[in-house]
């Protein structure tokens, strides 16, 4: 089973950037598809992004797209989620999860969740 342990959270103005991590341990990364997801307060959580497990199909949701960029890096057991251009409705704790395809990982039907990092956006 894997472990997944979220950091990067913080607070930053908007129109800033921040840059979320995923760490992995327990196993290796390499063999599956990795996504992120948000949860803000009193809302459903919701699909941000989606990344294959070489790197070479990603996929992100249309209230993020040009501004999040979803990456990995195998060899450090490591997703990215860069953030860019934030606004005050990315406010939320952003959840990363594994999944054996993309097309899981972007359904959330997903066993494997880290805890969780919270983002908090001033306006």
């Known amino acids: 089973q894997v472990q997944l342990v979220e950091s990067g959270g913080g607070l930053v103005q908007a129109g800033g950037s921040l840059r979320l991590s995923c760490a992995a341990s327990?196993?290796?990364?390499?063999?599956?598809?990795m996504g992120w997801f948000r949860q803000a307060p009193g809302k459903e959580r919701e699909f941000v992004a989606a990344i294959s497990w070489s790197g070479g199909r990603t996929y992100s949701a249309d209230s993020v797209k040009g501004r999040f960029t979803i990456s990995r890096d195998n060899a450090k057991n490591t997703v990215y989620l860069q953030m860019n251009s934030l606004k005050p409705e990315d406010a939320a704790v952003y959840y990363c999860?594994?999944?054996?395809?993309?097309?899981?990982?972007?359904?959330?039907?997903?066993?494997?969740w880290g805890q969780g990092t919270l983002v908090t956006v001033s306006s």
């Open positions: 327990g196993r290796t990364l390499s063999s599956g598809a």
């Open positions: 999860a594994a999944g054996p395809s993309t097309t899981v990982v972007r359904s959330g039907d997903l066993e494997v």
